[in-house]
T-cell receptor
Framework: GQQLNQSPQSMFIQEGEDVSMNCTSS?????WLWYKQDPGEGPVLLIA???AGELTSNGRLTAQFGITRKDSFLNISASIPSDVGIYFC??????????????WGLGTSLAVNP | DTEVTQTPKHLVMGMTNKKSLKCEQH?????MYWYKQKAKKPPELMFV???????INESVPSRFSPECPNSSLLNLHLHALQPEDSALYLC????????????FGDGTRLSIL
C-alpha cells in the first residue's frame, strides 16, 4: 500500500540534543499527524496539523505542515531519556470514499543516551 | 493513560480456538477502528465502523470478524487463525468528522501457536 517517506529510520543521540525528523510524499495531504509509540503500548497522538504552513508546538515538540502539503517535520528540543520510542507520521486525504484511512510513514526509532 | 481500553492485553491461542478481542471508549467517538501491527512496522488498517456500521473492510480474511454492539464497544472475533496472524492488534476511535485524529488503545498482543 501507499506509504510516506519518513527519515531518518533511526537516531541515536545524547541527552540534551535536539532532534529533527520528517516525512515526505508525492501526494498532497489535508492532515498530518505525528504519533509516538513506546514498547508494548499503542501510538499516542503528539501533534495534529490541518493547514499548509501551520506550525504547532506541544511542550518540547514542534511540528510543521509543509507549504506544498506534501511534507511535514517534527522537532524535539533538549531530548530526555523518556523521548525514546518510535515516532510515526501519518497523512490523511479528505476526499470521498476512503478518507478515514491514514497513510503511515515507516517510523523513526529514537534512542537517547543519558 | 489511554482513553481507549483494550482487553485482554495478551492472548495466546491455538489455530483451532475461538477467541474475541474487546475495545471500549467513552469519549463519545462515533468512529472505531481495528488495526494490525507487526514489530517495528506502522499499523495496518483492518476495519472501520462509523455509527456502528461497518464502513471499511480492508480485504481482511474472514477468520477475523468484527462486531460493534454499540457506540462505545468494538469486538474482533477470531477463529482458525494462522501463525502469521500473530501481531499487536490495536483499536482506535475518532470523532465522526473524518479529519479528526484517531486515538489508540494499548493493543492486544496475540500469539498463535
Amino acid at each position: 500500500g501507499q506509504q510516506l517517506n519518513q527519515s531518518p529510520q533511526s537516531m541515536f543521540i545524547q541527552e540534551g540534543e535536539d532532534v529533527s525528523m520528517n516525512c515526505t510524499s508525492s501526494s498532497i495531504f489535508n492532515t498530518w499527524l505525528w504519533y509516538k509509540q513506546d514498547p508494548g503500548e499503542g501510538p499516542v497522538l503528539l501533534i495534529a496539523l490541518y493547514k499548509a504552513g501551520e506550525l504547532t508546538s506541544n511542550g518540547r515538540l514542534t511540528a510543521q505542515f509543509g507549504i506544498t502539503r506534501k511534507d511535514s517535520f517534527l522537532n524535539i528540543s533538549a531530548s530526555i531519556p523518556s523521548d525514546v520510542g518510535i515516532y510515526f507520521c501519518a497523512g490523511q486525504i479528505h476526499n470521498a470514499g476512503n478518507n478515514r484511512k491514514l497513510i503511515w510513514g515507516l517510523g523513526t526509532s529514537l534512542a537517547v543516551n543519558p | 493513560d489511554t482513553e481507549v481500553t483494550q482487553t485482554p492485553k495478551h492472548l495466546v491461542m491455538g489455530m483451532t480456538n475461538k477467541k474475541s478481542l474487546k475495545c471500549e471508549q467513552h469519549m463519545g467517538h462515533r468512529a472505531m477502528y481495528w488495526y494490525k501491527q507487526k514489530a517495528k512496522k506502522p499499523p495496518e488498517l483492518m476495519f472501520v465502523y462509523s455509527y456502528e456500521k461497518l464502513s471499511i473492510n480492508e480485504s481482511v480474511p474472514s477468520r477475523f470478524s468484527p462486531e460493534c454492539p454499540n457506540s462505545s464497544l468494538l469486538n474482533l472475533h477470531l477463529h482458525a487463525l494462522q501463525p502469521e496472524d500473530s501481531a499487536l492488534y490495536l483499536c482506535a476511535s475518532s470523532q465522526e468528522a473524518s479529519y479528526q485524529p484517531q486515538h489508540f488503545g494499548d493493543g492486544t498482543r496475540l500469539s498463535i501457536l
